[in-house]
C-alpha cells in the first residue's frame, strides 16, 4: 500500500511540474532515469561525437541532467541555425491563435505589391501552411539565390523563384520558404519576430537577450539567426510537450501544437534515418513517436512524448544522425516508468562528470627547443581568399603561445593556453560567424596550443557562441611558414593552405 501511495505521489508530483516548469532540477533517479545511463551516453558522446557543447535533459518536468563543455558557458547563448525555425513556427501559431492570419491564407495576398506581373498558378495557389510545411512547390531551396543579393528584397527575391510542383506535394527544404513565414508575421501583426514573441513567449519562458539576425530590409531572417542560451531551448520543448500549456497558462492551442508536431508532409522512405519520418510545421518527426527541432551542425530541440522528456543539445557536429543514435540506444531504453531507488555512487559520479566537463586542449609539447626558431618573426601572406596578411608568434611567459595575425579587419591577437582554454576576442572573417547587416564581426574566442612536432604548432580556437572550431597548423621550416587553417564544420569549403615568408630574424 505504502508502495502504491508513493507511486501516486511520484505521479501528481510529475504532472505538478509539467503544468508549472520553472527549471527546478532533481535527482535522475526520481525521475526513473538512472545516473548511471545518463553518464553512459555523456561517455559515449565524448567518445563517438566531435563535439557535444552543451546539454540539458529534462524528465517530467524535471532538469535531471546538464552540462557545458569548456569553453562553452552556461549563462551564453549560442547560435542556433535552422533550429530558430520552430521558433518561427511557435510565432505563426500564435499568430493564427490570435486571428491575424490563417494557415489557408495564399502567400501573394500578403504582398501584393512585390508579385511578378504574371506569377504562375502553383505560385498562386501556394498557402502558409505549404511554406510551413516546406511544401512550398519550389525544386530547390530558395534562400541561395536571395543571399546572393544581400541589400535586395528578399519578399520579391522569393515570389521570382520558378514553383515547379504543386504546393503541398514536395517536399523541399527551404529557408527561403521560413523567411517568408516571418515577412508574413510581420505584416499581419505589425511586429517583427522577435518583438512579437517577447511578450508571447520569451518572457513566460524567461529566455532573455535573444537576439536575432534581420535582413536589409528590417525583416528576422526566420530560418536561421536566433542565438539563446540551451536552457531557453529546453523551455520551448517542455512548452511543446506540455501541449502549449505553461505556468497554469495557455500560450499556444493544443490545436497548433497538434498540427506543428505531427507529419504534414512526407520527406523520404529511410526507416532507420531521422531524417525520413516525416516534417509536420518546421518541426521533424523522428523515429520512437518523438519530434524534434534542429539546426545545422547539431542544435536540437527534442521532444519524446512517450518518455515524457525533453533533451536540448549545443554543437559542432558533422554527423548529426550519429548524436541521434546515442540518444535512442543509451537514454530512450533507460527511462522507466517509475522512480529507481537511490544510488548515491553513481549520482556522485555523474555530478563529478558534469563539473569537469571540457573539450580537449591541443595535445603537445610545451616549448620543444626547436620552437625558438620559429619566434620573432613574422611571417607576410601573398593576397589570399582568407585576407590573412601576416603571423607572428610569440611566447606568453606561462607556457602558452600568442599568434599575432594582421588580417583584412586590422591586427588580431589570440592568446593559445597550454592545456587551457585562454579566452579573448578576435574579427578574423565576417562570412563565417558574422551576422548578416551588421559591420562588426567581432567574436568571443578560447583558444589553446601545443607543439605537436619540434616544428609544428598547432592551435583550436573555439568562436564558442557558435558552432565553429578553426584549426591553424604552423609548419616552420626557417623562414618559411605553411599555414593549414580547417574549420571542424562548414556548409562549403573547410580547408586552405598558405604559404608565407620571413624576411628577416626579428619582428
Known sequence: MKKCFAAFVWVVGCLVACAAWSMETGAPEAQGLSSHAILNWV????????????????????????????????????????????????????????????????????FPDKVPAQPSANLARMRVRDLLCMGSGNHDDTMPPMRSEPEGDWIKI????????????????????????????????????????????????????????TSFQGIKTGGYGLKIKTRDIAALGQLYLQKGSWNGKRLLSEKWVGLATSKQIS???????????????????????????????????????????????????????????????CLLPEMRA????ADAESRKQLTDKLGSLALRTVQGERTPPSAAAAFGKTFAFEENEKGLQSLALKQDGNGGVILTL???????????????????????????????????????????????????????VYFY???????????????????????????????????????????
Open 43 to 110: 561517455n559515449t558522446v565524448e567518445r563517438d561525437a566531435d563535439a557535444l557543447h552543451s546539454f540539458v535533459l529534462v524528465r517530467h518536468g524535471i532538469i535531471v541532467a546538464e552540462g557545458w563543455w569548456a569553453p562553452y558557458e552556461k549563462d551564453r547563448p549560442h547560435m542556433l541555425y535552422s533550429l530558430s525555425k520552430s521558433f518561427t513556427s511557435t510565432a505563426v501559431g500564435m499568430a493564427v491563435d490570435e486571428g491575424r492570419l490563417s494557415i489557408d491564407d495564399k502567400v501573394i495576398s500578403f
Open 158 to 213: 522569393f515570389l521570382a523563384q520558378p514553383v515547379q510542383h504543386e504546393p503541398g506535394t514536395f517536399f523541399r527544404y527551404n529557408t527561403g520558404a521560413t523567411y517568408m513565414l516571418s515577412a508574413i508575421v510581420q505584416k499581419a501583426t505589425g511586429q517583427n519576430l522577435l518583438d512579437y514573441l517577447t511578450p508571447r513567449l520569451f518572457e513566460p519562458l524567461a529566455i532573455q537577450n535573444a537576439t536575432w539576425e
Open 267 to 329: 520527406n523520404g522512405d529511410k526507416p532507420d534515418s531521422d531524417w525520413s519520418q516525416g516534417y509536420g510545421f518546421q518541426f521533424w518527426r523522428c523515429r520512437h513517436n518523438a519530434f524534434r527541432g534542429d539546426g545545422a551542425f547539431g542544435q536540437y530541440c527534442l521532444v519524446m512524448p512517450d518518455q515524457d522528456a525533453v533533451l536540448a543539445i549545443t554543437s559542432g557536429l558533422g554527423n548529426m544522425q550519429g548524436v541521434l543514435d546515442t540518444v535512442w540506444a
Open 338 to 341: 517509475e522512480p529507481l531507488s
Open 406 to 460: 594582421h588580417n583584412a579587419q586590422g591586427v588580431q591577437r589570440v592568446a593559445c593556453g597550454f592545456g587551457q582554454w585562454i579566452k579573448g576576442e578576435l574579427t578574423f572573417e565576417k562570412q563565417l560567424v558574422q551576422p548578416l547587416g551588421t559591420t562588426n564581426g567581432r567574436q568571443v574566442v578560447a583558444a589553446s596550443g601545443a607543439w605537436t612536432a619540434p616544428d609544428v604548432y598547432v592551435a583550436h
Open 465 to 507: 557562441e557558435t558552432p565553429y572550431r578553426l584549426t591553424m597548423t604552423c609548419r616552420f621550416k626557417e623562414n618559411r611558414l605553411d599555414l593549414d587553417l580547417s574549420y571542424n564544420v562548414a556548409f562549403g569549403q573547410k580547408e586552405w593552405k598558405l604559404v608565407g615568408h620571413s624576411a628577416s630574424s626579428h619582428e
